[in-house]
């Protein structure tokens, strides 16, 4: 049973481009959700994905968006890129239908490098 | 506002030492639920464990327990007889129980070291 895969590992870009993240969540889970992790800090959330729609957000500029597709895999997409988006950006899944409240499984992280 | 608190940025022991890793939690609601992972150098969160704020047993599995106690608002993790494998930032997390998401409110982690 194969858990949450992110692509790619590591990404190098310069500041104003932009970034995509991918995130396929673990096999019967529907919901994505996608932190931000700076140096020596823990996750911050951003935002969480469920039936394609974003139900919820953190404190994030309109520059972090993200789209979820109907095999539930996501993408998260920075825009304008800063120095300080230079993170580990985490994906974890879970599952509805414990109600919602379902534990939260992470993938391996994508690291991003802006330059 | 949801709050978590690690008060330990950094913990040391030899193997073999017990070591307790303290969480204070902060949240309006009556319903919630807290979280411990585990963050090895590779980056990835592991989870642990999860807890539910109407059960406040507290739970063992193998060197790892918790102790919950909601008059406290801590949700403390402790490991026996620690080992090398057990170094790692350690993270405890808390969710509130709304119908608009399960966002995780994490604190700043514990680093802790496990020499031999």
């Known amino acids: 049973d194969a858990g949450v895969t992110q692509s790619p590992t590591h990404l190098i870009k310069t500041r104003g481009q932009q970034v995509t993240l991918r995130c396929s969540p673990k096999s019967g889970h529907d919901t994505v959700s996608w932190y931000q992790q700076a140096l020596g800090q823990g996750p911050q959330f951003i935002f969480q994905?469920?039936?394609?729609?974003?139900?919820q957000r953190g404190n994030f500029p309109d520059r972090f968006s993200g789209h979820q597709f109907p095999n539930y895999s996501s993408e998260l997409n920075v825009n304008a890129l800063l120095l300080g988006d230079s993170a580990l950006y985490l994906c974890?899944?879970?599952?509805?239908?414990?109600?919602?409240?379902?534990?939260?499984?992470f993938g391996p992280g994508t690291r991003l490098t802006v330059l | 506002a949801q709050k978590v608190t690690q008060a330990q940025t950094e913990i040391s022991v030899v193997e073999k030492e017990d070591v307790t890793l303290d969480c204070v939690y902060e949240?309006?609601?009556?319903?919630?639920?807290l979280f411990w992972y585990k963050q090895p150098p590779s980056g990835e969160l592991v989870f642990l464990i999860r807890?539910?704020?109407?059960?406040?047993q507290n739970e063992i599995s193998g060197r790892y327990s918790w102790n919950f106690q909601k008059s406290t608002s801590s949700f403390n993790f402790t490991i026996t007889a620690s080992q090398v494998v057990d170094s790692a930032v350690y993270f405890c997390?808390?969710?509130?129980?709304?119908?608009?998401?399960?966002?995780?409110?994490f604190g700043k982690g514990t680093t802790l070291s496990v020499s031999s």
């Open positions: 994905y469920y039936e394609e729609e974003e139900r």
């Open positions: 807890r539910n704020s109407f059960d406040e």
């Open positions: 974890a899944s879970s599952s509805t239908s414990g109600g919602g409240r379902d534990t939260q499984y």
């Open positions: 997390a808390l969710s509130e129980a709304r119908q608009a998401g399960t966002a995780l409110i």
């Open positions: 949240t309006r609601d009556t319903t919630y639920y």
